[in-house]
């Protein structure tokens, strides 16, 4: 969805100049628009359609009534290059050094972490922990809650949920915020996006599917982390984990859970998944079936919250979370 730099001058010849320059530029990202009054801009905002708003000084009152509330970006015009706020341009400046200012945030890297959770030992306990350790993560910063599992047995309540949303990520046009947000079930800690419909909409799932579904531009909530939940171990699974900063793992407390464990881990470093296999993160779990205990849970947020902080010193790829995007791509 193109984005608008809305500008509302009280020198409409200025911001009609304005606005001829920076759609002129190549490097520009957005459309300068020149509204008569913040009001008339008001209906742009609310549908998500305005990046940032750049205002006379003057009419700062009038501006603040209609964005408050918004992630929307204010810029001011003012007539003094010595102005104290960060927010603040001069109008008789360069409009080189304008364009730059209204673009340098999208510029600067931001790292948002994505965390990852698989169990090799399966189960359809597996899932439900998942769930309820990413909802709990969540409390230390909202996340988004992605299952990835064949056969996912909660929050359908929304329709196809992540079929919908693969297929109109693989769209040629550009995917509207307004399709997308209809398909997230809200919570207050976590959202989180019904499964796949059918287990072969997984298939072929690949490294461009998940840059452009973590891209931190894509929702109305800035996230603080990405929870991924993974249920097979399969060329695609492998392709999911390796976009995610740290995996959680749990290990049943019982013979047969560390035995799998253990071969999981193998198979890891054999195979020359190495990256995969230093960003392991285990919690033990001592019951199999039934209720699960509260203290896996607190140890698998403990670890969760750390990534979440940006204290894990797992992935430092230099990609990891540039420009919008989140995970350790290999570019």
Known sequence: MEKLVAIIDVMPEYGRWLAVYLNGSRTFPYRAVVFSS????????????????????????????????????????????????????Y???????????????????????????????????????????????????KVLYIPMFPVGIYGRQSGDGLSELLYFLRQAEAVRNLDLQRLLQRGEYMDSIGPVRWFADLCGVTKEDMEGLLRSDMWDTEYQGYFVAVGQFDAVGKTILNCCDAVLMPVWETADGTAIAEEFRRQLKESGETKLYSALLEFSVKEPSGMLLEEAVAAAVKKGGEILAGNSGRNTETNVGEAGFVGGFDR
């Open 91 to 141: 109008r008789y400046g360069s409009v080189k050094e304008i364009e730059r200012r209204l673009t340098e945030e999208r510029s600067r890297k931001k790292h948002v972490p994505v965390i990852g959770y698989f169990s090799p030992a399966g189960g359809s306990e597996a899932e439900l922990l998942s769930r309820k350790i990413a909802e709990e993560i969540g409390k230390r910063g």
């Open 38 to 89: 913040a009001n008339e801009v008001e209906g742009y905002i609310k549908n998500d359609g305005v990046y940032a708003v750049v205002a006379a000084e003057e009419l700062e009152k009038a501006v603040l009534e209609v964005t408050v509330g918004t992630k929307v970006k204010l810029f001011w015009l003012g007539e003094s290059k010595d102005g104290y706020r960060p927010s603040l341009l």
